[in-house]
């Protein structure tokens, strides 16, 4: 069952140790770090095992600098606990897709990166690359 704050929602993924959040519309800082938090209460268990981490953007609206920086720490924070890949479901965003590739790239942790239009398409994803 989803948890839910705001703008965005996490659950996990039935058998698997990869976690989804989903964001819907417009998100703010506060969501963003219940976003963190919850992510990390729900992969703690796996920090030596490994997990990964698909967030579902493809219905977001493109975060301010300032919330950028959030998911950059964010990202760091996933990474020290164990995340060994990221996806991202973007839709057909362009934008979207810029922004969480450079996201990444100034978290500079090296973490396997994938983008696409769908949570499954991630899903495979990871199942397939990472194994998890």
């Not at 978290?107 to 994803?125: L, M, R, Y």
Request: proline letters at 2%.
């Amino acid at each position: 069952m989803a948890k839910q704050n705001g703008a965005q929602s996490v659950e996990v993924v039935n058998g698997r140790r990869i976690i989804v959040s989903a964001g819907k519309g417009k998100t703010n800082a506060d969501e963003l770090k219940w976003l963190t938090e919850t992510v990390l209460e729900e992969a703690k268990a796996w920090k030596y095992r490994g997990w990964a981490y698909i967030a579902d953007c493809s219905q977001m609206a493109p975060v301010s600098p300032e919330e950028g920086g959030i998911l950059v720490e964010m990202t760091k924070k996933f990474v020290d606990a164990g995340c060994k890949a990221f996806g991202f479901a973007e839709g057909t965003s362009i934008m979207l897709k810029v922004q969480a590739k450079k996201n990444t790239e100034r978290s500079q942790t090296g973490i396997p990166e994938g983008h696409f239009a769908t949570v499954d398409e991630a899903v495979a994803w990871i199942k397939e690359e990472v194994d998890i």
